[in-house]
């Protein structure tokens, strides 16, 4: 396949009432135009019979998808965290959403597998910008500084992020031992006395058998551009309510392009199955105990999708640090860096200080 049988996507629609952008508003099925309140439906059906339809993952390691599911867009990597964003065309100069690191915009594309489906956002970015402010007035050692300076700081950036989702077929013969507990009586000294104590004991046997597992969208984040433990506490994610991707969804967001290949993100994968069969495996042993010997595993059918998953990110430079903030776009979840005041923290600690002066000097006047 060559990258000129594969058509350029623009996320841009001009409103037919006056020419402007349209923009998708969060929580809406719709476009809306901010300069004239124009408003256009999105369509198509929001729901699909049996699902979104899954990709064969051989098909997509040996490159033969259709062309139809493949697209480029144009992209601008970040000299300082490697983000790979979408940019309008038109764009030349911008900032990175993700470090808010100054960039210059190129002018190349990126090829890859088209998203097969989406989760829109939700909450728009006041909403997104009071979870936030509420989380940082949680924390309470955080900068006071920074907490203003988040409220009413720049516009936060809608952004979706790349995920991949697996399905497989799994069927796992395993070989290992169970355990089961028993007690015996024995008499020992103790303070010069004789006493009958119990002693737990493990009577062990061979163990082997079969366990099988259907894994359903079984979620790997294919961005490096956040750390993983972010994104992980964002979850969960109703996957449920994927809509089939349609670029309108995108306009007025950015997209990020996904970072770890589709080969690496079944790699990771397999870690958590391999997890979710050892558990099913002592299930099936049994006993008090399970010791698991070898494990064989088969797996087949496995198909994926590309997906993009709404985050409000937040990045703020204060007084020369960068703190990353990121917002669940349907929950408002939030997770980030956790700043420190040390002016915050040398104060609570001359509080108790204090305290424990005063509660030492109670207790000796009390006697």
């Known amino acids: 396949m060559t990258a000129e049988l594969v058509s350029e996507v623009e996320h841009r629609f001009p409103c037919n009432t006056c020419g402007s952008d349209l923009r998708f508003d969060p929580g809406e099925h719709q476009l809306v135009c901010d300069h004239c309140g124009n408003v256009e439906p999105i369509e198509g059906s929001r729901h699909v019979a049996g699902g979104i339809k899954e990709l064969d993952f051989r098909a997509g390691l040996d490159h033969r998808l259709s062309n139809e599911e493949i697209e480029e867009v144009r992209v601008t990597t970040c000299p300082n965290c490697g983000a790979q964003t979408e940019f309008d065309a038109d764009v030349h100069a911008a900032e990175c959403p993700f470090c808010a690191t100054p960039v210059v915009t190129d002018t190349g594309t990126h090829r890859h597998i088209k998203p097969r489906g989406l989760l829109p956002f939700d909450l728009d970015e006041g909403s997104a910008r009071g979870a936030l402010t509420n989380w940082l007035g949680s924390l309470w050692f955080a900068p006071n500084g920074l907490m203003e300076y988040a409220r009413k700081g720049r516009k936060m950036n809608g952004i979706y992020v790349p995920y991949w989702t697996f399905d497989a077929d799994t069927k796992s013969s395993y070989r290992g031992q169970r355990g089961t507990h028993y007690y015996e009586t024995k008499t020992v000294m103790r303070d010069g006395k004789r006493t009958q104590v119990r002693v737990r004991k493990t009577r062990w046997r061979p163990a082997s058998g079969r366990v099988a597992r259907f894994f359903d969208d079984v979620l790997v984040l294919a961005s490096k551009s956040l750390p993983k433990r972010y994104t992980d506490g964002l979850e969960p994610w109703d996957l449920s309510a994927l809509e089939p991707y349609k670029p309108e969804y995108l ?45 064989d595993t088969n797996v087949s059918d496995v198909t994926f999708k590309h997906i993009l998953l709404p985050v409000w990110l937040a990045a703020y430079k204060y007084r020369g640090k960068t703190y990353r903030f990121v917002v669940n776009g349907r929950t408002g979840r939030v997770q980030g860096e956790r700043p420190y005041s040390a002016w915050k923290i040398a104060f609570a600690v001359l509080i108790g200080l204090i305290l424990a002066l005063i509660a030492g000097f109670v207790i000796a006047n009390s006697q």
Do not use: T
């Open 251 to 295: 306009a007025g967001f950015r997209a990020e392009g996904y970072q770890v290949e589709l080969d690496e993100g079944f790699q990771e994968a397999r870690v958590y199955m391999d997890r979710m069969i050892r558990r099913d495996v002592k299930y099936d042993i049994g006993g008090d105990e399970q010791r698991i010997s070898s494990v």
